[in-house]
């Protein structure tokens, strides 16, 4: 996920200062086959705002990158990108230092400086991060947010991210063909989910696209991501309106209907209780989310069950 631009693709930079970077990638494939081999010069946070890409690290081994996720490029190491679907993605991407990385996870500080080894390549994102990568860009699209307040935000969400990335005792490790087998499992599934997050989705149709047993799925699913499959579902159809809500005037009840939700209710009563507002709530609140009181009052709003 470097800066430089290349076919298909539009970057923008949105902030720039000595220790951060924030920009903008906006990817348009033509063909949905890897791409060629990059090597980030930094390391690099990247967060989906809408779309889909995977990152291949070698022959079979790969990861989904969709809005529900933190994605980790640790500086020096090579890998490429595909776009499942030709869909594409809009992307906030973080590029910092080994030293910003360190303050924001000081325990992962080894005798030679910063060790991305004690970090998943990726992870999952709660609700309140969500939302406040999705305020972050709005703010710096508008331009209605001055440096000291983008570094604060960033930072904690950096904080936040790293966090749900971190793995107790990850480094020198060696994956079993059994555990590899059963990531490669789980990252088809959430590929297929990804590219279709409103189909109407059955345990049957995911096992076949994992090619295992529908209760050997479910098993899987739930020990590798810490949520079932219809919470998986469910998160991803939310990302896909959350977007929807902020950066368009759309009809509600059209953005159910597309994002996968039986109806207007249907997706209000989810998006309250994942976010902790309904849409209405938000769009109203969206002129004002240069308010840093405002900003965390919602971020850290409760938490509640999706299911």
């Given at each position: 996920m470097n800066f430089e631009v290349r076919p298909g693709s539009a970057r923008r930079t949105l902030f720039d200062s000595e220790s951060l970077q924030i920009g903008h990638i906006a990817v348009r494939p033509v063909s949905s086959a890897c791409g060629e081999i990059e090597v980030a010069g930094h390391n690099v946070l990247a967060l989906t705002l809408a779309g889909v890409f995977a990152r291949h690290d070698g022959p079979r081994q790969h990861v989904i990158a969709t809005p529900n996720h933190a994605l980790f490029i640790a500086a020096g190491k090579p890998y490429r990108l595909s776009f499942p679907g030709c869909i594409g993605d809009r992307c906030l991407v973080l590029r910092f230092s080994g030293e910003a990385l360190a303050l924001a996870l000081p325990d992962a500080l080894a005798r030679d400086g910063f060790d991305a080894s004690v970090l998943a390549s990726h992870a999952p994102l709660e609700p309140r991060t969500m939302l406040a990568r999705?305020?972050?860009?709005?703010?710096?699209?508008?331009?209605?947010?001055?440096?000291?307040?983008?570094?604060?935000?960033?930072?904690?969400?950096?904080?936040?991210?790293?966090?749900?990335?971190?793995?107790?005792?990850?480094?020198?490790?060696?994956?079993?063909?059994?555990?590899?087998?059963?990531?490669?499992?789980?990252?088809?599934?959430?590929?297929?989910?990804?590219?279709?997050?409103?189909?109407?989705?059955?345990?049957?149709?995911?096992?076949?696209?994992?090619?295992?047993?529908?209760?050997?799925?479910?098993?899987?699913?739930?020990?590798?991501?810490?949520?079932?499959?219809?919470?998986?579902?469910?998160?991803?159809?939310?990302?896909?309106?959350?977007?929807?809500?902020?950066?368009?005037?759309?009809?509600?009840?059209?953005?159910?209907?597309?994002?996968?939700?039986?109806?207007?209710?249907?997706?209000?009563?989810?998006?309250?209780?994942?976010?902790?507002?309904?849409?209405?709530?938000?769009?109203?609140?969206?002129?004002?989310?240069?308010?840093?009181?405002?900003?965390?009052?919602?971020?850290?709003?409760?938490?509640?069950?999706?299911?």
């Open positions: 999705t305020l972050l860009w709005r703010s710096l699209e508008r331009g209605e947010i001055d440096g000291l307040e983008v570094e604060e935000r960033a930072v904690c969400l950096l904080a936040a991210a790293l966090h749900a990335a971190r793995e107790p005792g990850r480094g020198r490790r060696s994956l079993r063909s059994a555990v590899a087998r059963r990531r490669r499992q789980v990252e088809a599934v959430k590929e297929a989910i990804a590219v279709e997050p409103e189909r109407r989705w059955t345990l049957d149709d995911l096992a076949g696209i994992a090619c295992v047993s529908p209760g050997h799925l479910a098993h899987v699913f739930r020990a590798e991501q810490g949520c079932s499959l219809y919470q998986y579902v469910l998160r991803s159809r939310l990302a896909c309106a959350l977007h929807a809500v902020l950066d368009s005037d759309t009809d509600l009840t059209a953005i159910a209907l597309d994002a996968g939700f039986a109806s207007h209710s249907h997706l209000t009563a989810r998006f309250r209780g994942f976010f902790g507002r309904t849409p209405t709530e938000l769009r109203r609140g969206r002129g004002a989310v240069n308010d840093v009181r405002d900003l965390r009052r919602i971020v850290t709003a409760r938490e509640t069950a999706t299911a």
